[in-house]
């Protein structure tokens, strides 16, 4: 059946429509933005502002994925152990199989591709609940980084390697850099393209999308794919930074992501959100840690604030959906 130009859920968005519909997060960031430089004179310095650049772009490149997934109505809690096996095994490739750097990268990113197809395959093939496969996942990644490190960290000699997440664009780290291109890519197939309106399609009615002739399981699929894909680049470029293959990097990480894109106004239910606001919760939460640690405050304390923005998000969006629910009826 021939898929129709219009379909359920879709909603073509540009700039000025991301800048409309993330308004009350926008307003809320720049808000906890100007308090956070009135709080502390270091909060403004371009070193501090870097700093929260570097150590959020690659939650920022997860948390791109992850907004593909959730728009699908799904969730994805493999990320992190995607970031911890591809990280790991680049590092094992170049350290001690004496493997380019460029080729080891794009093997990792390969098998990255397909665990992602995988975790789709479960879903949509097998139906398998998306909170169970990608939590089976998540161990299983996780476990094969262990036995493939022995739980050891890979160390591998500074180089080119090394400068691919090190390495800095004039003053912007490198992996703020990747984190921009990400984004204008990810944004343009999201609102651009047939496939960015059959993710919202998805989310927004997967029966009523199926009957207007989207191939729905592929298209799940292929949004864990992308979310594969980023989370292996992520943990690449975390452990490029790092200095060595380290089998204990990501844990949280899907936590980070699923938070930057609630408190970003994705829907957990699907078919609503944009990637802008994806990128703007991210960006909030690394300024609420910056401010954080500038202030003295231990990561336990910063756990809990972290909690309570993500339960106080998720209840925005459930009053949200009940206003606009009421007003249709």
């Known amino acids: 059946m021939k898929e129709k130009e219009k379909l359920p859920g879709s909603r073509q968005r540009n700039v000025v429509d991301a800048l409309k519909i993330n308004g009350g997060v926008l307003a809320a960031f720049v808000l906890i933005f100007i308090i956070s430089s009135l709080l502390n004179s270091r909060f403004l310095t371009v070193n501090n502002m870097m700093t929260v650049l570097r150590t959020n772009a690659c939650t920022a490149l997860c948390a791109f994925g992850m907004t593909y997934v959730i728009l699908t109505g799904n969730i994805d809690l493999s990320v992190g ?23 080891a990268i794009g093997l990792s990113l390969i098998v990255a591709l397909i665990f992602g197809a995988i975790n789709g395959i479960l879903i949509t093939k097998m139906r398998i609940p998306a909170f169970i496969a990608t939590l089976a996942s998540m161990n299983v990644l996780r476990g094969a980084c262990y036995v493939m490190t022995n739980g050891k960290p890979v160390v591998f000699s500074k180089g080119l390697f090394t400068s691919i997440g090190g390495g800095y664009l004039g003053i912007f780290p490198l992996p703020a850099v990747y984190m921009v291109i990400a984004f204008v890519i990810l944004w343009i197939v999201l609102n651009q393209t047939k496939f960015g309106r059959r993710i919202y399609a998805v989310g927004g009615n997967q029966m009523a999308a199926r009957y207007s002739g989207v191939n729905t399981d592929r298209t799940i699929i292929q949004v864990y794919m992308i979310s594969g894909f980023m989370s292996a680049f ?17 844990e949280g990480a899907e936590l980070d992501a699923i938070a930057s894109c609630v408190v970003g106004g994705v829907s957990m239910t699907g078919g609503s959100g944009t990637l802008f606001g994806t990128l703007i919760g991210c960006l909030m939460m690394g300024v609420i840690s910056n401010i954080l640690n500038l202030a003295g405050v231990n990561s336990y304390m910063q756990l809990i604030v972290k909690g ?8 925005i969006d459930i009053l949200r959906m009940s206003l606009a629910t009421r007003n249709k009826n």
Not at 234 to 250: A, D, E, K, T
């Open 234 to 250: 992520s943990g690449i470029l975390l452990i490029s930074r790092l200095g060595s293959g380290q089998p204990v990097i990501g």
């Open 308 to 315: 309570i923005i993500i339960v106080l998000s998720v209840y």
């Open 81 to 103: 152990s995607f970031m911890t096996l591809c990280g790991c095994l680049t590092s094992i490739l170049i350290a001690q199989a004496g493997m380019h750097t460029f080729l």
